[in-house]
């Protein structure tokens, strides 16, 4: 078992709808959690950091986090054709000594139809 | 304020060639990264390093070297470049090891 994992999609939805994005992990020593987007042919950009259980929200952009079950998500409420992108999930653990290491899924690839 | 910047945009080499990816950041950041993306497999990390005079392996360090000499800069060494190494290499910086990383654009390697 991989120790991120992300449905690849593609993931197609019309303009409006709310998305939901979804990662799993199987390394309790995953503390902080990351959404990563990616434009085609550019860089990955942060959207969302949170490293406890629950919920933080940004504008239309929700990330859930529930340790117990080993499950992040991203929620986007009101789908925008400029939202269309590769997100990716990304966890870090702490290696001990003061070392970490980050991690990503491999990313879920949307497209919001006007 | 740049960010990160890498050079070439694009690149491509015949096998066995060598060739050094440049990366810059201009946000005083400690921590510097390289990663690879290949289609459908996500980024992984080639070398990182925690300041300056300091390297270490990632994931997959295998025909790569890396040095960093300053703060701002951290090259990607390529040494007998193999068609496996064709790829979409991204350089990354961060303030700590657990700080949101700031992306550069890429450079897209094909090796022939």
């Known amino acids: 078992q991989k120790e991120v994992e992300q449905d690849p999609g593609p993931l197609s939805v019309p303009e409006g709808a709310i998305v939901s994005l979804n990662c799993t992990y199987s390394n309790s020593a995953f503390q902080y959690f990351m959404w990563y987007r990616q434009y085609s042919r550019k860089g990955p950009e942060l959207l969302m950091y949170t490293y406890s259980s629950g919920n933080k929200e940004d504008g239309r952009f929700t990330a859930q986090v529930d340790k117990s079950s080993k499950y992040i998500s991203l929620f986007i409420r009101d789908s925008q054709p400029s939202d269309s992108a590769t997100y990716l999930c990304a966890m870090i653990s702490n290696q001990g000594a003061g070392s970490y290491q980050l991690t990503f899924g491999k990313g879920t690839k949307l497209s919001v139809i006007p | 304020n740049a960010g990160v910047t890498q050079t070439p945009k694009f690149r491509i080499l015949k096998i066995g060639q060598s060739m050094t990816l440049q990366c810059t950041q201009d946000m005083n950041h400690n921590y510097m990264y390289w990663y690879r993306q290949d289609p459908g497999m996500g980024l992984k990390l080639i070398y990182y390093?925690?300041?300056?005079?300091?390297?270490d392996k990632g994931e997959v360090p295998n025909g790569y070297n890396v040095s960093r000499s300053t703060t701002e800069d951290f090259p990607l060494r390529l040494e007998l470049a193999a068609p496996s190494q064709t790829s979409v290499y991204f350089c990354?910086?961060?303030?700590?090891?657990?700080?949101?990383?700031?992306f550069g654009p890429g450079t897209r390697l094909t090796v022939l």
């Open positions: 390093s925690v300041g300056a005079g300091i390297t």
């Open positions: 990354a910086s961060s303030y700590g090891a657990t700080d949101t990383q700031y």
